[in-house]
């Protein structure tokens, strides 16, 4: 009897031991779906300030793209019109089948539908004593009015172009412009990191967190709304009250695209192959803030945002 | 949020409802200082996503009280550390886990890296020592559930979020001094989690002081 327990005893404690060893074998899997990317870059505008790297940063991102299997198709500057990225997302990323992943790179101008926000940012580089509402957050085509303020790309529109036109729910959307913050959305979570980097950094992630805890019961009830939908993954350059910028001639990018670019390379953490769009933002934010907020005037600091959430998806290849 | 309010207060009247009969009998409740660490497992899931292991560690530090009244309060010493009946105990455990992100799918998906800390309010029992088979050392079985609160972090964003959890643990103390016990733990986590679930398990190294 003795030794049936003794038996008995061990095989509780190993069973579990056996499973939990057993969990850890399980690996990273190819990715075997179609992966197709819409990647737009706008240098020149027909009545707004010309930019020197957005082509640059869509020509990079589709090259690398194209590398890893991505089925890509770029738009550049006069292609880049409101109906001609509507119709690229129909005709193009219409076409990734349920369990495949559409990407969206955006480079160019971002800006606000309240166009005297938008000019007080012109004027002072700033937004902090600006007093009342920005509006929402919009991406700037080719043919955006500016007499009327009109023909942005607010998250809205592209949210509603997603359901008419996607069939897949894996979707990340990355944009490196003014703003971009705007289309970030958090989900279940709080964002420690501030909208206006120069004003909001404050302390550390740490000192930020514990900061966010103050309201605990929010995050609780953040956490209870949260359906679980598989909404995009959204990857922003900047928050959605401050600018982001073209970089140095020696990085021939935007600031932002130029470190997201050097993520394909460095920024696996855990060592998987892949380089996810967590990983990806998270290495980006960090040379951001280590290379050129630490450098530059507070003015023009800016950092990166992630959208929250459980699901992250794979942006990279080793 | 109600339902999880009621399980707290729940525990909390075990806890008071513990600690009279103690008070009344004059048997002196046992206080205990827990340290335990550990590997850490959680199968995560979210609708239309395939679900996924993430593993990690976690750590745990609590204190406990422990009064063999409520379930016999006549019953004469006869066990070996003095008791032969069960014991109540409750545990308020502070908890800090991280878990790395899950393999990655063949859609491309996988599940977020996150860490977190949390407190928990525990209730369960204790049995009588007892000799392990073959070896025969001295140990007693614990089995406790109950409840925690968790703030947590995806690892490397700025993204901070909180989810209630059921918690609970099967444990086997060897008791190497009358004050001393090293032990195995198997914690076990239930989490709602940003509209997902989260089920975690592992195993614990424990080292006890009463």
Known sequence: MKTRKGKLALALVFFPLFFLIASCSLGTASITTTRKALLIGINTYPTSRDLTYPVADANSMQALLVAQGWDTEILTDTQATKSGIQAAIHDFLGGVPSDGTALIYYSGHGTVSNPIAASYQADHGTLSTFSGSIGDAWLVPYDFDTTNWTGGISASDLSTWFEADLLTKNVIVIADSCFSGGFVPISDSADTIGQEYAVDSGGSVYSSSLAALGSFGDLLAANAAAKGTLSPVVISAAGSRESSYDGTPSQGHGVFTYYLLESATKGDANGDGYVTCTEAYTYAAKAVNRAWNNSIGSSMEFYPHISGGLRDLALFKL | ?210
């Open chain 2, 1 to 210: 949020m109600k339902q999880f309010s009621r399980v707290g207060f729940a525990f909390s009247a075990i806890l008071l409802l513990g600690l009279g009969p103690a008070a009344k009998s004059g048997a002196a409740p046992i206080f205990e200082v827990e340290a335990q660490a550990g590997p850490l497992f959680s199968l995560t899931g979210l609708p239309g996503m395939t679900p996924a292991i993430q593993s990690g560690w976690d750590a745990k530090l609590s204190v406990a009280i422990e009064t063999r009244d409520v379930f016999a309060p006549t019953i004469a010493a006869t066990g070996e550390d003095g008791f032969g009946a069960p014991a109540f105990s409750g545990r308020l455990q502070a908890d800090l886990f991280t878990l790395g992100q899950s393999p990655i799918q063949s859609d491309g998906n996988s599940y977020r890296a996150w860490q977190g800390m949390g407190l928990s309010l525990l209730g369960g029992i204790h049995s009588p020592s007892f000799r392990l088979p073959l070896a025969g050392i001295l140990a007693s079985a614990r089995l406790e559930a109950g409840g925690g609160l968790r703030a947590t972090k995806y690892t490397g964003t700025g993204l901070v979020s909180a989810n209630p959890a059921i918690v609970g643990q099967a444990g086997l103390d060897i008791h190497v001094s009358s004050k001393v016990a090293l032990g195995i733990s198997l914690p076990l986590e239930f989490a709602w989690k940003s509209g997902g679930t989260a089920l975690m398990f592992g195993v614990g190294a424990v080292i006890q002081y009463r």
